[in-house]
């Protein structure tokens, strides 16, 4: 598996708990900010090890590289829903 399918498995994993814990009445809101710390607690073990914390301009490259990876979600979804509707349209 390379990098990017190793991304997408670990991602499709996260979705799969989230929906998990979904199943057991917690509001997606809860879910999604737990995800979000989980994500938080963990970015910062990555850059600064278990007993280090961040200094403001680590904190800045994070929101950064979430910035961008929302961005490029977001990107992803819009073309998705176009070329939807694109096949939608043809068939019609």
Do not use: W
């Not at 929906?19 to 057991?24: F, H, I, R, S, T």
């Not at 970015?43 to 950064?64: C, M, Q, R, Y």
């Not at 979804?77 to 939807?84: A, F, M, P, S, T």
């Amino acid at each position: 598996m390379n990098d990017g399918e190793k991304h997408n498995y670990c991602t499709q994993k996260f979705i799969d708990l989230a929906n998990e814990l979904a199943k057991e009445n917690i509001d997606a809101k809860l879910i999604s900010g737990a995800l979000m710390a989980s994500s938080g607690i963990y970015a910062t073990f990555v850059a600064a090890g278990n007993t280090g914390g961040l200094e403001p301009s680590g904190v800045d490259k994070i929101v950064s590289m979430y910035r961008r990876n929302l961005e490029h979600i977001q990107k992803r979804k819009k073309e998705e829903n176009q070329k939807r509707a694109a096949e939608q349209a043809a068939g019609e």
